[in-house]
């Protein structure tokens, strides 16, 4: 059974940067894409960036510039370098691939 285990999320300034770590445990294709949503509080969840097999990335408008997405395929890891953090950055952080979902880690912007 392949599970996937976020971890970085906390509470941070306006302004400042956190790191997401997602981890792959089990068998998982380097081929599948991986992403990370978010879920604001009384809101959807959203895509925020996903990254392809061939490294092309897609980012939601609202984080293009300070988002970074990137994998490490050898260790089944993705990361989200997020930097300039918004308060509507908040929210609770999901890591995706394919059917599969992670079990989410905070993230609160907040003076």
């Known amino acids: 059974q392949v599970q996937l285990v976020e971890s970085g999320g906390g509470l941070v300034q306006p302004g400042g940067s956190l790191r997401l770590s997602c981890v792959a445990s089990?068998?998982?294709?380097?081929?599948?894409?991986m992403a990370w949503y978010r879920q604001a509080p009384g809101k959807e969840r959203e895509l925020v960036a996903i990254?392809?097999?061939?490294?092309?990335?897609v980012y939601v408008d609202s984080v293009k510039g300070r988002f970074t997405i990137s994998r490490d395929n050898a260790k089944n890891t993705v990361y989200l370098q997020m930097d300039s953090l918004k308060p509507d950055d908040t929210g609770v952080y999901y890591c995706?691939?394919?059917?599969?979902w992670g079990q989410g880690t905070q993230v609160t912007v907040s003076s």
């Open positions: 990254i392809f097999s061939g490294r092309t990335t």
């Open positions: 995706n691939s394919m059917t599969i």
């Open positions: 089990g068998s998982i294709s380097n081929i599948r894409p």
